[in-house]
């Protein structure tokens, strides 16, 4: 079994950045692992994906250059860097992972089999 756990939310002000964690437990190798972020209002979406097989990564056009998923050498926490925040990008942002992904198919929320608790990211000024 899978458990996630993110940490490293907080309030920011924008053009200000914040780095989340997920502390993984559990066979997560050959697994795709994503950041979801969920706002009121808002679709859930799928952030920034990674295959924990060979690294390869996947963005929604709105992060692109300004956030970074990357994993510790240990290969266990997950992290997701994120610069030059701005408040469209406030929202309780998930960790996932599953098996049925790659970064060919890797936004569809249904596909995962694992979820963290979420950890809350506001932006304002």
């Known amino acids: 079994q899978v458990q996630l756990v993110e940490s490293g939310g907080g309030s920011v002000q924008p053009g200000e950045s914040l780095t989340l964690s997920c502390i993984t437990s559990g066979d997560t190798r050959n697994m795709w692992m994503a950041w979801f972020r969920h706002a009121p209002g808002r679709e859930r979406e799928a952030v920034a994906g990674i295959s924990t097989f060979d690294s390869s990564t996947s963005y929604t056009d709105s992060v692109k250059g300004r956030f970074t998923i990357s994993r510790d050498n240990s290969q266990k926490p997950l992290y997701l860097q994120m610069a030059r925040l701005e408040p469209e990008d406030s929202a309780m942002y998930y960790c996932?992972?599953?098996?049925?992904?790659?970064?060919?198919?890797?936004?569809?929320?249904?596909?995962?089999?694992?979820w963290g608790q979420g950890a809350q990211v506001t932006v304002s000024s």
């Open positions: 996932a992972a599953g098996w049925r992904l790659s970064r060919h198919i890797w936004s569809d929320s249904s596909r995962y089999n694992y």
